[in-house]
């Protein structure tokens, strides 16, 4: 069974100090590992795919990395309005059209 | 751009009310899913639709029924709506040429009294 991690469970920042969110996963064959946001009340906002170990992508001042075991979403300078939970999923070989989300991390950066 | 919409952004229903939750997208994506997402407890798959009139359970489908009559609608209904089903019910649609990348609709907030 497919397993996705997300830590920590929330995180705290002062504008401008950068940080790292980490997902562990858990797949038989790894297809896709998905970055979503998602605003109080609202459906998660894509973010990025990423397919193979090494890849990276990057979006202002999000950049996401993957290795075999974990993806990080490196937040670079943050700003109050990234505050956000931040969701990771997985797709995997044994599941179909199913994506395998985590629980997510809570963000909040102050001014 | 990517659109996915949701009948209602907020319900309230009584308890033992049969309740339809509805969602179009207009990407012409073959894939269409359900979730619910309640605190602590993340999102859960609910059913998903890999194509006009297919469906597939998901997670935790106790409860709910699913309707794919037309390509780029799905619908979900609640037949006897229960207060453990108060959540907030998220839809979304994927493609095979997208690589599966999932995208959400704004969502329902529903509460069952």
């Known amino acids: 069974e497919d397993q996705v991690t997300q830590s920590p469970e929330a995180l705290r920042l002062q504008e401008g100090e950068s940080s790292s969110l980490n997902c562990s996963y858990t797949?038989?064959?790894?297809?896709?590992l998905f970055w979503y946001r998602q605003d109080p009340g609202k459906g998660p906002e894509f973010l990025f795919t990423?397919?193979?170990a090494g890849e990276e992508k990057e979006k202002e001042r999000l950049k996401a990395t993957l290795t075999k075991k974990e993806s990080f979403l490196h937040i670079t300078a943050p700003k109050p309005e990234d505050s956000a939970t931040y969701l990771c999923?997985?797709?995997?070989?044994?599941?179909?059209?199913?994506?395998?989300f985590g629980k997510g991390t809570l963000l909040t950066v102050n001014p | 751009d990517v659109k996915v919409t949701q009948s209602s952004r907020y319900l309230v229903k009584r308890t033992g009310e049969k309740v339809f939750l509805e969602c179009v997208q207009d990407?012409?994506?073959?894939?269409m899913f359900w979730y619910r997402q309640d605190p602590g407890l993340g999102l859960r798959l609910i059913y998903f639709?890999?194509?006009?009139?297919?469906?597939e359970k998901g997670d935790i489908p106790e409860g709910y029924s699913v309707s794919r009559e037309k390509k780029e609608r799905f619908s979900l209904i609640l037949e006897s709506a229960s207060t453990n089903q108060t959540s907030m019910y998220l839809c979304?649609?994927?493609?095979?040429?997208?690589?599966?990348?999932?995208?959400f609709g704004p969502g329902t907030r529903l509460l069952v009294l």
């Open positions: 979304a649609s994927s493609s095979y040429q997208g690589k599966e990348t999932q995208y």
């Open positions: 797949v038989s064959g790894l297809r896709g």
């Open positions: 990423l397919y193979s």
């Open positions: 999923a997985v797709h995997s070989g044994g599941s179909n059209y199913k994506l395998t």
């Open positions: 990407m012409d994506h073959e894939n």
């Open positions: 639709s890999y194509d006009v009139k297919m469906k």
